[in-house]
């Protein structure tokens, strides 16, 4: 198993971009208006918790509750969302996701230059000065309060001191809590009154206006709800590293990828991105030229001998050199071919297609057979 599973640390990652990838397909797959910048609240998240750590932040110490960090700026976030949706929502189309990348773009060049966010931002990712880790949990109750982003290899207590887990693990499991609580707490807005109006935007917004809907705030709105969970997502990103970087937040491509989850995964199933960015992350670590959590290359070279990595197959050419120049370091080439595959022939994604499959909603339909047999 450990050939096709990844590695936690690898899973970690997948948590916390995955929700914000699902704060992506919050407003793009439920609204129709693709936010090309919504790293700029990512980053932002991320930042905060940095700066706040570091005491850069007024009235708010080193000593600030980490979880009471990501919801202040998932707030501070909300307040972006709005001064940049105000002014994008008056574009529909490809001019809205234009203007959207605009912000973001030059947000990204603010944070780059800015030395009050890092000695070097060009170069250098800003680092929390801090050397205590971050924790999640109840504070107070020590056995529920359990710390992230510590070293690796760390044994740390588990839950009421009977279970050990690594400190990956540990961060693993409480920022898994976070993301499952947003990801609720997303579904159940998507269920409520309010979703049902985005729906009603995404397939028809000059419907849903003739029908007395002021469909601008609900944009809005939406708007600034996807950025204040996507802010949340940033801030576990800058808890769990321990320092946070320009490319790595607020650059335009951090949003591509997001899109390329929500693709993969299926635009408007919200949990489906999350799916989506597993899929890449372990099909990427399984043919990483590293090989890591196991991975396909090192496990030809371990079990298929001396002799036949030497056996000659055409020209000169040995089986262990075809290996190397097939796989060796072009896991972005083959995670390139399946997105287009996916385009062409899996148009709903992953979590869509077994939706389409099952006739609704996983979870639903799973229910109802249960009672069905009952």
């Given amino acids: 198993m450990e050939t096709v599973l990844p590695q936690v640390e690898t899973?970690?990652?997948?948590?916390?971009?995955?929700?914000?990838?699902?704060?992506?397909?919050?407003?793009?797959?439920?609204?129709g208006y693709l936010s090309f910048g919504h790293a700029a609240f990512y980053g932002t998240g991320a930042y905060f918790v940095v700066l706040a750590a570091n005491g850069k932040i007024p009235l708010l110490g080193p000593d600030t509750s980490f979880v009471a960090l990501l919801v202040i700026g998932g707030l501070i976030a909300v307040?972006?969302?709005?001064?940049?949706?105000?002014?994008?929502?008056?574009?529909?189309?490809?001019?809205?996701?234009?203007?959207?990348?605009?912000?973001?773009?030059?947000?990204?060049?603010?944070?780059?230059?800015?030395?009050?966010?890092?000695s070097n931002p060009?170069?250098?990712p800003a680092v929390l000065g801090r050397t205590e880790p971050f924790s999640i949990g109840v504070p107070g109750v020590d056995?529920?309060?359990?710390?992230?982003?510590?070293?690796?290899?760390?044994?740390?207590?588990?839950?009421?001191?009977?279970?050990?887990?690594?400190?990956?693990?540990?961060?693993?499991?409480?920022?898994?809590?976070?993301?499952?609580?947003?990801?609720?707490?997303?579904?159940?807005?998507?269920?409520s009154p309010f979703g049902k109006v985005l729906i009603a935007i995404r397939e028809n917004e000059e419907r849903a206006e003739a029908i007395g809907y002021n469909t601008f705030w609900y944009k809005l709105g939406a708007f600034a709800v996807s950025a204040?969970?996507?802010?949340?997502?940033?801030?576990?990103?800058?808890?769990?590293?321990?320092?946070?970087?320009?490319?790595?937040?607020?650059?335009?491509?951090?949003?591509?990828?997001?899109?390329?989850?929500?693709?993969i995964g299926g635009f408007g199933t919200l949990a489906g991105p999350l799916y989506g960015w597993l899929f890449d992350e372990g099909?990427?670590?399984?043919?990483?030229?590293?090989?890591?959590?196991?991975?396909?290359?090192?496990?030809?070279?371990?079990?298929?001998?001396?002799?036949?990595l030497s056996t000659e197959v055409f020209d000169g050419l040995t089986v262990g050199e075809a290996i190397n120049t097939f796989l060796n370091g072009h896991a972005e080439l083959y995670i390139g071919v399946l997105f287009v595959l996916?385009?062409?022939?899996?148009?709903?994604?992953?979590l869509g297609t077994v939706r389409d499959r099952v006739g609704g909603p996983v979870g639903e339909?799973?229910?109802?057979?249960?009672?069905?047999?009952?």
């Fill in 79 to 118: 307040g972006l969302a709005v001064l940049i949706g105000a002014v994008s929502f008056r574009l529909t189309g490809v001019y809205f996701a234009m203007i959207t990348l605009g912000f973001s773009q030059v947000l990204y060049v603010l944070v780059r230059d800015w030395g009050y966010l890092a």
């Fill in 143 to 191: 056995s529920l309060d359990l710390a992230i982003g510590q070293l690796a290899g760390e044994s740390v207590e588990g839950l009421l001191g009977v279970l050990e887990f690594t400190a990956t693990e540990v961060s693993y499991y409480m920022i898994g809590l976070v993301v499952l609580a947003s990801y609720f707490a997303m579904q159940r807005i998507i269920h």
């Fill in 342 to 350: 996916f385009v062409l022939f899996v148009p709903s994604g992953l």
């Fill in 283 to 308: 099909v990427t670590e399984f043919l990483s030229k590293r090989g890591e959590g196991g991975g396909l290359l090192p496990y030809l070279r371990d079990n298929l001998g001396e002799g036949l």
């Fill in 228 to 263: 204040f969970f996507a802010a949340v997502a940033g801030g576990l990103l800058a808890g769990f590293r321990r320092s946070v970087s320009p490319d790595g937040t607020f650059y335009f491509l951090v949003t591509g990828d997001a899109l390329l989850a929500s693709i």
């Fill in 122 to 124: 060009r170069d250098g």
């Fill in 11 to 31: 899973m970690v990652a997948v948590l916390y971009f995955g929700l914000f990838a699902m704060s992506f397909d919050f407003i793009s797959g439920y609204t």
């Fill in 365 to 374: 339909a799973i229910a109802s057979r249960l009672r069905g047999e009952r």
